[in-house]
Structure formats: structure tokens, C-alpha cells
């Protein structure tokens, strides 16, 4: 009977060549980001000769930074089929609290870097509480909420105005560079390679992807889909914090409209880097690339002075590309089945 | 009308669907003005039968002769217009709009049509008059969302009248009802067919049948196997055809040696779902729990598991209380819950074989937080290879396996979770013949090994053929238990339905 049941299983070929295309088409896409990004970078190296250059390459990197580390936090959110809308905001207040803190209250350096981040964890928890605990339908409508709430708290705390001049600590993450390489871009390599390895090799890390994929099967399988929410959450507001550490040395001021419309930006590296919208799928490495390409192109119109306008149009058409790609991707995945 | 008082008449329905035959030349007829039951086990074919009438599927032969016309197949909007209505389980109503807008709902009165201007005067005193006719004490302006279930299934059924139903299907209408209410169903059911409507009525509950039905007839296995007028038989009669034939022996049971209660449950509760659910399970037994599809099973076990909340009870594994609040407290007490839906509850599918079967409690694979992805799949491709997995790798994804395949990856993620209690709902359901006899194989094996295993089948067959020991439920009581020997299909039928007394 046994070996009847061995030999009789008839579907092993077909199910391998699926599962092989259904793989292919995944390694395709992340390849062609890849690619995209690549080719950009040609073509701009073609059009601009100051493209190609170290000081400018290092400019893109530095850019590049507060971004990249905003959509660390998107990602995590985006991979649990949720969203963080609130990072921008969460960015501005958290460096307001940072400026307060070093301005008004008198404290060191470290203490008030560590206000910032324990101020955007704090805000990344209650978006996480939010959606856990109150029951809010969907992050989308709680990270929303957060988002006014916090751009309304960063205006207020100091009637609308920057806080400025901070001490060389503060500004050292977003100011200074080693060599020729921004320190900002070494911390969101650390920081990268750091997620990297927290998403693939703990438990925790590979939870979050167990969430996004089928948060029932998850919670039967005794995951604590609530304090893995409440974790993810908690470090987008972090990794906001950070952003906006980073942009506050920068710019050595913060400002209450710091960050206006990052998270835009982050959704959309994110997707281009070929995370689903429906959670569970994604590679914090392809990530990085879709911030890259974001800034390659930012930098590359910029380089060639075309108007401002058509920079936004052309990163919304990259959206709607990649999403179409996305789309189409699932759609043979889904057929492969 | 046709002249010997046949509405509907189904002759030779057949629906065939990828590796099943839902119905294999089914015949029905149904007059004006009688009540007639369809009864039969789960996967009898009721439900398709239903989808041929209201036209949501399409029979491959046959013809359903209404009215006087002959028709091969029916589209949801024909059969509407032809006058057949059906209410269904779930209520296709909005709870936010009023009960007249309801009753109306698709086919509204008009002041001024092409102004699109509604003429709620005239559809309130419509709907007054059709609650009245039918007795009902509900005003038209009433929201419907603050009716009881009851009430709001006889708005359906004002629906139906208005639109001129000369059939009108209820499948399964009391499931979810009070006595009281219904009870007032069948005053407007008797009502109904007093102005010569037909009324198909679907129910597991044989009583309801008994008492309410003129005709019946009773299917098996996609058949319709006999009709008969009610007063000249039984319910005993029914049950009898119902299970029908005889076991076959395809059930690989082997009775292991059986030790101490491992899983004691007293009076566990849950408000309108479970009531006083006792029971004990003891190592080395496999526990079969039957009842219909909705008896309160998987709820039973969902409790025991944290999946949901429950009430009041006493729950004890390996003879300690144990308080469950949340899966994760089930896990950490031995008890493996391998769910009904492994696509949507067990497993990841967009993840891989290695991933899911090492999920639980995943921070054992590892060092100091760090995972070792090594151990991880070594883990994985030991355990699958003894449960013969056909698989291209462990980075295959779930979702690409067959439905067999995807069960042993659900029954390797709770073997590698050590747990000792396994409770299996539906264990077989949707997977090829082989495979089943390999899962039976490997309940066999656990139960070898001192293991627990509860199994909740909807198949009477399997669960006879399993189980050392079945308990039977009804509407979240246990009305029935037998030892494998003592089981009939006949006693398990009988204490499905209600009857306590299971002799």
C-alpha cells in the first residue's frame, strides 16, 4: 500500500516546474530592479559627466541616508501587510523634542539624541497600540491619525519655529564623513545589514514574516502576532527618530515640517524593491535599491536641470511602473499555482 | 400552473466537478402547496442541488422543468424571474436600511421612475400589508440590523412573496434560531403553502422534517435515493437511507494500548456556542468527534486550543490544570491543533516548506537568538522525509504542494512542536485517496507512541473507521457516546440530530 501511494503520486513533475517558475519570476524581478538601477545610472552617467563622480556620488549616498533609514521601518510595516503613514511626522517631532531637549532643557548631547529616539519609539508604540489594542480597522487609518497628530504636536511644541545650532554630537551623524564616505551612509549600511540579519537568522525577524504572510496560521502556530505588531511599529518610529536625527546634523537645525512627505517616499522604495502590499513578501536588500533608485533619479534631473515638476511626475510613473510589475508578477505566480 | 399540481420537476441532474461527482442523476418533484424536506448527510449533494435551482451553477445533463417549461440549465436572474426564491443560511440583507427598503431592496416602488424619486409611502404601506399577511409584529420603518436573526430571515421571506416566489428554497432556516422563532417560521411556512407555494425545505433537523414536511425525499452520495410522503414513514426510515451502505474496510485502524487521561475537559462553556462540554482522552486513544457541519466541533476544539475565548470550564493536560488564554498556552501544553483550513489557518503559503514546518516556537533552531538556518532545514527535511513529503526541496513553497502534501507539511510542523495531544479537524478533507490512508497511517503511528489524537470528521465512515471511542455533537452539547464497537450509523445519526437518547 505504502509504495502504492509512493509510486502513485503522479504530480511531482508538474509541482516542480511550477515552484521552479513561480522562483524565477521572483529572482527576474529583483534582477531587473537591479538592472533599472544600473541602467539609470548609465544613462545618467552618459547625459551628466558630473554624474559619475566621487563628490557627487558621496552626495547621492548622504541624501540617500534619511531615507533609507525612514524605509527601514516602512519595510517592516509594509511586510506585515500593514503601513507606517506617520513617519514623517514622527521624524519632525521627534528631532523638535531633540531641539527642546539640548535647547531649553539644558541637556547633554547624548541625553537629548537619546529624547529623539525614545521619542519616536514611544509614537512607533502607540501606532502599534493603536492597531493592537484599540482594534483600529487598519494601520492605514491609525498611522493617518499619528501622522496629524504628531505634525500638529511638532508645530505647537515651539509655535512653528526651528531650533538651530546644536553641539558638534548631535550633528555628527548627519555631518561629518570618514574619509570621503558620509557617516550617515556607513550607519545605514550598519543598519541595513544589521535588519538584514535580524529578519533572516532570528526568530523574531522571521515572525514578522510568518505576520505578513497569514497572520491566522501565525497566532494558531503560538506567535504573538500582537507583540510583533507592536514591535514593528515600534521600530519604524525608531528608525523615523533616527532619520530625523541624521537630517537635523545635517541641516544642524529641526524644524517642525522636517520630513514632509517622506513617507511617500519610502512606500515607494519599498515597492519598487519588490515588497507586496499583501505582507509577507520582500528582501530588505532589494529595499535599498528602491531608495537608491529614487535618489539616482532625484539627483540625476537635478543634475540636468530639469524642472522640479516633472522630477515628482517622473518618480510617480516609477511607482506605477514598478506597482504594474508587481502586479504582473503575482499574476503569473498566481496562474503557476 | 400544470395540471397535476407538479411546480418543479428535476429529472436526471448530474454536476460533475474535478475528481467528484456532485450529483449523479438526481430526480425531484415538488407540488404547489406542499412543504418538501431534503435530507441527507454532508456532501450528499443538497447544496449543489440548491446551486442548480437558483442558477448559481450549471448542470452538465439533465433539465429542471418549472412551471410547465423545461429548462437545461437556469442563471441567477431567470431563476428569479421565474419565480424561484431561496433563502439562504447566511441573510442577504443590509442591516443599516429599513425593513420595508429591504423587503424592496432591488425592485422598489417608484413615484416618479425616470426622476429616480422612490415612493416610500406607498412601499411602507406595501410592506405592512405583506408583515401582516404573513403575522408578523414588525413595524417597516424599523432598521433591520435591530431585528433578531428571526425576524430577519421572515423579512427575506417577504421578500420572496413580493417577488412573486412560486418555489422558495430554505436551506438549513432554523440553524440559527431560537425554538420561539422557529416555531413562527413554520407558522409562515404552513402559511405559505397555503397560498400554493412550494417550500424545498433543507434541514438536519429530522424533528422539523418530521413534523413540518409533506414529502421528503432523502440523498446519498450525489443520488437521490428515495421520496416518499412523510406520514407513511419514519425518522428512523430516514436515517436508514441516508447512511445507506455498508463500510467498506479502507480504514487502516490499528488500536494501540491505552494509558492514562492525558486531556481531561470539564464543563466548558461558551455563551451561544459551547454548552457543558465534558470529556476525557487518554493516551493512546484516538477520539473521534462527530455531529453536522455547525454541531459545535471545531469550536470545541478552538476553545481547548485558545484559539477563541471561552466562557467557564475546567481544562486539564496530563492531570494539571492548565489556564488557556492564547494558542501559545495549548502549545505549551502538549496540544497540537491541526485546523479544517490549511490554506487560510495552518499554513504560510507564501512561504517555504523548511519555514513552515519549523515555525513553532522557531527560537528553538538556534543559539543565543541566532537562528541556525542549517538546523532549520536538516529539521525539516528529517521530519518530511519520514512522512514521505514530495517535495522538490525545503525551499519549495507550501503553496505549490498538493492538498496531501500540504497536510503533511501541517502534521510536520506540530510533530516537531513535541506536541502530545493532536487534534486533527478534518484531517482528510480535500486530499486524494492515497494520501488519506497515509494521514490515517501516521494517526496510527502517533497514537503508537503514547499519543493522544481527537479527530473531528464531518464522513461517519472515517470517523468509525478511526476512532476507538466517538462522542457526538448538537448544537454545542454532546448528545452521544459510543465506543467503536457500539457505533452505528444509525445511533451516531441520531444523536446528530438532536436526540439524546442514542438507542
Not at chain 2, 173 to 193: G, I
Not at chain 2, 362 to 387: D, F, P
Request: aromatic content about 6%; proline content about 3%.
Amino acid at each position: 500500500m505504502s509504495n502504492d501511494v509512493l509510486t502513485n503520486n503522479g504530480k511531482l513533475p508538474a509541482e516542480k516546474a511550477v515552484g521552479k517558475s513561480a522562483a524565477m519570476t521572483e529572482k527576474l524581478y529583483q534582477l531587473g530592479v537591479l538592472l533599472s538601477l544600473l541602467l539609470l545610472c548609465a544613462v545618467m552617467t552618459a547625459l551628466s559627466p558630473r554624474f559619475l563622480t566621487m563628490d557627487n556620488l558621496m552626495n547621492v549616498a548622504s541624501q540617500a541616508a534619511v531615507s533609507a533609514i525612514v524605509s527601514i521601518g516602512m519595510f517592516l510595516a509594509i511586510l506585515t501587510a500593514g503601513i507606517d503613514l506617520s513617519v514623517g511626522s514622527v521624524l519632525a517631532l521627534s528631532a523638535m523634542m531633540m531641539g527642546i531637549a539640548s535647547d531649553r532643557w539644558g541637556l547633554g548631547p547624548y541625553a537629548s539624541m537619546l529624547v529623539c529616539l525614545g521619542s519616536g519609539a514611544l509614537l512607533g508604540l502607540v501606532n502599534g497600540l493603536l492597531l493592537t489594542k484599540l482594534r483600529l480597522p487598519h494601520p492605514f487609518i491609525s498611522t493617518l491619525g499619528m501622522q496629524k497628530m504628531a505634525r500638529g504636536i511638532a508645530l505647537f511644541v515651539t509655535a512653528a519655529a526651528p531650533i538651530s545650532m546644536f553641539p558638534d554630537e548631535i550633528q555628527y551623524l548627519g555631518n561629518n564623513s570618514i574619509g570621503q564616505v558620509p557617516v550617515s551612509f556607513i550607519l545605514v549600511a550598519i543598519l541595513y545589514v544589521g535588519m538584514y540579519f535580524f529578519l533572516t537568522r532570528t526568530s523574531t525577524g522571521r515572525y514578522i514574516y510568518a505576520v505578513g504572510g497569514n497572520k491566522e496560521a501565525a497566532r494558531l502556530s503560538g506567535i504573538k502576532v500582537n507583540s510583533i505588531l507592536n514591535l514593528v511599529y515600534t521600530i519604524s518610529g525608531l528608525t523615523a527618530a533616527l532619520a530625523g536625527l541624521v537630517l537635523a546634523g545635517r541641516v544642524n537645525a529641526v524644524y517642525p515640517l522636517a520630513g514632509l512627505d517622506y513617507e511617500t517616499d519610502a512606500i515607494a522604495a519599498v515597492i519598487i524593491g519588490g515588497a507586496s502590499f499583501f505582507g509577507g513578501v520582500g528582501s530588505i536588500a532589494n529595499t535599498i535599491i528602491g531608495v537608491l533608485l529614487i535618489a539616482v533619479l532625484r539627483n540625476g534631473l537635478n543634475l540636468l536641470n530639469v524642472d522640479s515638476a516633472f522630477q515628482t511626475f517622473a518618480i510617480g510613473a516609477v511607482i506605477v511602473v514598478a506597482v504594474a510589475v508587481d502586479v504582473l508578477r503575482q499574476n503569473v505566480m498566481k496562474s503557476g499555482r | 400552473m400544470v395540471a397535476d399540481g407538479i411546480l418543479l420537476k428535476v429529472k436526471g441532474l448530474t454536476k460533475k466537478f474535478p475528481g467528484v461527482i456532485a450529483l449523479d442523476g438526481v430526480d425531484i418533484e415538488a407540488r404547489a402547496g406542499e412543504i418538501h424536506g431534503i435530507c441527507g448527510e454532508n456532501g450528499a449533494g443538497k447544496s449543489t442541488l440548491i446551486k442548480m435551482l437558483t442558477g448559481a451553477h450549471t448542470p452538465d445533463s439533465g433539465t429542471i422543468e418549472f412551471d410547465g417549461v423545461t429548462y437545461t440549465s437556469l442563471d441567477p436572474r431567470r431563476a428569479m424571474g421565474i419565480g424561484i426564491g431561496c433563502i439562504y443560511q447566511e441573510l442577504n440583507l443590509i442591516p443599516h436600511l429599513t425593513v420595508a427598503e429591504n423587503i424592496f431592496l432591488g425592485r422598489e416602488m417608484y413615484l416618479a421612475e425616470s426622476l429616480n424619486i422612490l415612493d416610500r409611502g406607498q412601499m411602507n404601506a406595501k410592506a405592512a400589508e405583506l408583515l401582516a399577511d404573513l403575522g408578523l409584529a414588525v413595524s417597516p420603518t424599523a432598521r433591520l440590523g435591530t431585528l433578531g436573526v428571526g425576524h430577519q430571515q421572515m423579512i427575506e421571506i417577504c421578500r420572496a412573496v413580493w417577488s412573486n416566489a412560486k418555489l422558495i428554497i430554505m436551506d438549513e432556516p432554523t440553524s440559527s434560531l431560537s425554538e420561539k422563532e422557529a416555531h413562527d417560521l413554520f407558522r409562515v411556512m404552513a402559511q405559505m403553502k397555503a397560498r400554493g407555494v412550494a417550500i424545498l425545505f433543507i434541514s438536519h433537523r429530522l424533528d422539523e422534517v418530521r413534523d413540518n414536511c409533506d414529502t421528503v425525499t432523502v440523498m446519498r452520495d450525489g443520488r437521490s435515493i428515495e421520496s416518499f410522503a412523510m406520514k407513511e414513514r419514519s425518522v428512523a426510515d430516514i436515517i436508514q437511507l441516508m447512511v445507506g451502505r455498508s463500510i467498506q474496510n479502507k480504514y487502516p485502524k490499528e488500536p494501540a494500548p491505552q494509558g492514562d487521561v492525558i486531556l481531561s475537559v470539564r464543563n466548558l462553556n461558551r455563551k451561544g456556542v459551547l454548552h457543558d462540554i465534558s470529556f476525557d482522552l487518554r493516551a493512546g486513544e484516538v477520539l473521534g468527534f462527530a455531529g453536522l457541519v455547525g454541531a459545535g466541533r471545531t469550536e470545541t476544539a478552538r476553545a481547548i486550543t485558545g484559539a477563541d475565548p471561552y466562557d467557564s470550564g475546567a481544562i486539564e493536560v496530563f492531570g494539571k490544570p492548565v489556564k488557556i488564554r492564547q494558542p501559545l498556552d495549548s502549545i505549551d501544553a502538549g496540544i497540537a491543533f491541526l485546523t479544517e483550513n490549511r490554506k487560510e489557518q495552518g499554513l504560510i503559503l507564501i512561504q517555504s516548506v523548511a519555514f513552515n514546518a519549523t515555525i513553532v516556537k522557531m527560537h528553538k533552531y538556534g543559539k543565543a537568538g541566532w537562528l541556525s538556518l542549517g538546523r532549520i532545514k536538516e529539521t525539516a527535511r528529517k521530519v518530511c522525509a519520514e512522512m514521505r513529503l514530495k517535495t522538490s526541496g525545503m525551499d519549495m513553497l507550501v503553496g505549490k504542494l498538493s492538498g496531501g502534501n500540504q497536510q503533511k507539511v501541517v502534521i510536520a510542523k506540530w510533530l516537531l512542536s513535541n506536541a502530545k495531544i493532536f487534534i486533527f479537524d478534518e484531517p482528510t478533507r480535500g486530499i486524494d485517496v492515497g494520501a488519506k490512508v497515509e494521514v490515517y497511517k501516521l494517526i496510527n503511528q502517533l497514537v503508537a507512541n503514547g499519543a493522544g489524537v481527537i479527530i473531528i470528521c464531518s464522513e461517519m465512515e472515517e470517523v468509525m473507521g478511526m476512532a476507538d471511542r466517538i462522542l457526538v455533537m448538537h448544537e454545542g452539547e454532546i448528545t452521544g457516546e459510543m465506543t467503536q464497537q457500539e457505533a452505528t450509523q444509525e445511533k451516531i445519526m441520531y444523536a446528530a440530530s438532536g436526540f439524546k437518547q442514542a438507542s
